[in-house]
């Protein structure tokens, strides 16, 4: 089965579970997520108190950190990567590994999704909750530690709704209830808006893009190979989500410790140095850009990847070269004017919603009218059920899957 087979499948699959639910987990959804908001903006959580979840994931940088590495709470100690955006992160399928049919009609497995960079989270539901215990994030100790806190926060009468007495008693289900509130915020329509203008265009409105934007769409979709990894159809949701969630290793100029990225966990070779790719959806907003913030600005990230082989003395050294895509990149051959169409292109992929917050200097974006409530969309979210399959075996997992505490740092 193809990758876009199995594509296919995860498409059709929600509108057969559409009419799931009930009124009551409707309304446990919608609790969860108003306190989830109070969760993420607590800055009491972290040991010592002082940062929240917005610390690293700034509004006005598309909820990325506008810093190569994020501080932690303690003094001194900081992030390894470059924390990334959570507009549409809830939307990001689960780590799996899908067949893709090579042009000699060989098969190869291959990974795609997954939450953090190197895709060490599986799930969402997984993710959330590996900052509050990373050492160089929030800094808890423990899980009994979270639970003691988020019982004398503001909301914990509002988290304590739906658990027993005997259940607020133990730490493991109201850290847990605070891991699945966090989940379901994220989920909310303020962070999915899709109405950037590449939306308005690809909808069918010729007007939404400039001339300028139109040629770089050009080089997009051909001579820059982009629409090869950053889709411009609709995969696992109804709209696109501009990226692929696959893995590779760019190349990307070396910053601090080596980082193995998706080989640090998988244990596989070939697999070291490689990264997430990441949505372009309002990628104007998220600088600096790849998994250690070692460049600066879309454009040069452009020329990093038309010319990186050609000049590599402009970039210096990386971190794992005996696994760098050279097939794909490092020498486009596009011309100057290509280079600055495709950099204006990206703009046009920054959702207008967030431009109106930033003029207002306020803290969430507004909710667009039409887009769809959370419970409405349940079933395509990647989290619908809570919960992952089991892996298939091809090729065996060669890592500690999951396993929280012999996993590498977050972000």
Not at 215 to 232: I, M, Q, S, T
Request: proline letters at 7%; a negative charge; aromatic letters at 8%.
């Amino acid at each position: 089965m193809s990758i876009g087979t199995c594509r296919m499948m995860m498409m059709t699959l929600p509108l057969a579970l559409a009419a799931d639910g009930s009124a009551a987990d409707e309304k446990e959804q919608a609790t969860l997520s108003l306190v989830g908001k109070e969760v993420f903006l607590d800055s009491t959580l972290s040991n010592p108190s002082g940062i929240s979840c917005m610390s690293c994931h700034q509004p006005e940088a598309a909820f990325a950190d506008p810093r190569a590495v994020s501080p932690g709470a303690v003094l001194g100690r900081n992030g390894r990567r470059n924390a990334t955006s959570l507009m549409y992160a809830a939307l990001i399928p689960n780590m799996d590994q899908e067949d893709m049919l090579e042009d000699d009609g060989s098969q190869n497995w291959v990974w795609q999704g997954g939450l953090f960079q190197d895709g060490s989270a599986r799930t969402l539901h997984e993710q959330v909750q590996r900052p509050f215990f990373d050492h160089a994030e929030m800094n808890v100790g423990s899980e009994a530690e979270l639970a003691s806190k988020l019982r004398r926060a503001s909301y914990a009468a509002t988290l304590k709704t739906g658990l027993s007495e005997a259940e607020w008693g133990d730490d493991a289900k109201v850290a847990n209830r605070a891991y699945r509130a966090l989940v379901e915020f994220l989920k909310e329509p303020v962070f999915r808006p899709f109405d950037a203008r590449i939306d308005d265009y690809l909808a069918g409105d010729g007007q939404a893009l400039t001339m300028q934007e139109k040629r770089g769409l050009e080089v997009f979709k051909n001579k820059g190979k982009c629409a090869d990894c950053h889709f411009l159809h609709a995969t696992s949701w109804p709209e696109p989500l501009l990226s692929d969630f696959g893995y590779d290793n760019l190349g990307v100029p070396s910053r601090g410790d080596k980082d193995p990225g998706l080989g640090g966990h998988t244990l596989a070779g070939e697999e070291v140095g490689q990264f997430r790719a990441p949505s372009l959806r309002n990628v104007a907003l998220t600088a600096p850009y790849f998994h250690n913030g070692s460049i600066a600005s879309l454009r040069e990230v452009i020329e990093f990847y038309n010319r990186r082989d050609l000049e590599p003395e402009r970039w210096g050294p990386t971190d794992y070269p005996e696994t760098v895509n050279k097939a794909d990149l490092g020498n486009l051959g596009l011309s100057e004017e290509e280079v600055t169409d495709l950099t204006a292109l990206m703009e046009a992929f920054t959702d207008r919603s967030l431009l109106r917050m930033r003029e207002r200097g306020e803290r969430f974006p507004e909710l667009v009218a039409g887009t769809p409530a959370s419970w409405k969309m349940r079933s395509y979210f990647p989290d619908w059920n809570h919960s992952a399959p089991p892996l298939p075996p091809h090729p065996p997992y060669r890592g500690q899957l999951l396993e929280t505490k012999t996993l590498p740092t977050s972000q």
